[in-house]
């Protein structure tokens, strides 16, 4: 099966990120060309400029120009597309309706679901919704004042933005400025210790491979996402039972997604569910066992995923460096 595996910031889409996204966009690209390369014939494009940072991918064509013109040309001649892009400005919405409108199938997440979890308003009221607990989230403008709801230690953040691109931790009863069209959320900050989970969906439901900790620091008000580890820790009654009710609540989460959530003396806070794949997919294959691309091809093509997860804990930065 011919597989094209399109990574957006390592394109040269969306220029205005930071180097650590593009770190970020390099490590998932590189991981998933190597373990798809195992159970199907994948290629890559990346900008010229961007190249080096694939070292050793044999299958990735260097481009010059609009990324989304080499994109279209690419899916026209593939079977199956894996996309990764950040949600931000709607870029892995518009890349998913691309391959899904020219009939490639879709390894990833339905547009429907990127839609739903993009906009993290409309996720926290979904969340309500569904009885899945969530931060308190407000839209923010112009000087937006905590002390008037009540708020101890916030978070600002892109109402669709990516990771922690532009994500700021304010103290209690702070006024901070804010973009007057809506595009920020205001979110109360919750205690505890900020983790993730792998999962791969297929008709018969979500399997949760890996529970993860984030490493997550702040300079100047300022998060930044630093790496973080995969555990050996298999996910409990509570997390499954979550991850079993936003897969339910949100149509076409198929493939791979990442639940961000911060665990808590009571429990599970989920923070949002990103719909692709996430910077803990380099280390999924040292640390389970398997290769995570042969269940995102089971899930494809509706087989089992798989029942034999083997789990140890595998340390990783940014770049896709591992420590065992």
Not at 2 to 24: C, R, V
Not at 87 to 92: K, Q
Not at 249 to 265: K, N, R
Request: with cysteine.
């Amino acid at each position: 099966m011919k597989l094209f595996i399109y990574e957006h910031l390592m394109a040269g889409g969306e220029g205005g990120h930071s180097s650590s996204m593009l770190d970020e966009g390099a490590t998932m690209l590189r991981a998933a060309m190597a373990d798809f390369s195992q159970v199907a014939k994948p290629f890559t494009i990346a900008d010229g400029r961007f190249i080096g940072r694939l070292d050793g991918v044999d299958q990735a064509r260097p481009i010059e120009g609009d990324p989304i013109a080499f994109c279209k040309s690419a899916l026209e001649e593939s079977e199956s597309a894996l996309i990764i892009a950040p949600e931000s400005g709607g870029a892995l919405a518009r890349l998913t309706a691309m391959a899904e409108f020219r009939g490639v199938r879709n390894l990833g997440c339905s547009l429907e679901a990127i839609l739903i979890t993009a906009d993290k308003q409309k996720f926290a009221h979904l969340m309500e919704e569904l009885g899945i607990p969530h931060p308190k989230t407000f839209y923010a403008t112009c000087f937006f004042d905590s002390s008037a709801i009540s708020m101890g230690q916030w978070i600002s953040k892109p109402v669709d933005g990516a990771g922690c691109e532009k994500v700021h931790l304010h103290a209690p009863g702070a006024r901070a400025p804010m973009p007057q069209d809506g595009s920020f959320l205001a979110q109360e900050f919750v205690e505890g210790d900020a983790m993730s989970a792998c999962v791969v969906a297929g008709k018969d439901g979500p399997t949760v491979l890996s529970i993860n900790r984030q490493f997550i620091g702040a300079s100047g008000g300022a998060l930044e996402y630093t790496g973080g580890e995969v555990t050996d820790m298999a996910p409990d009654k509570e997390l499954t039972a979550i991850t079993q009710a936003i897969w339910e609540g949100i149509p076409g989460l198929h493939g791979y997604w990442g639940i961000d959530y911060v665990a808590t003396d009571t429990g599970p806070v989920v923070i949002e569910v990103n719909p692709r794949l996430t910077t803990s997919y380099c280390a999924l294959g040292a640390a389970l066992g398997i290769n995570p691309a042969a269940m995102i091809m089971n899930a494809a093509e509706g087989r089992p995923i798989t029942d034999e997860i083997r789990r140890r804990r595998v340390g990783f930065n940014r770049k896709g460096e591992l420590e065992f």
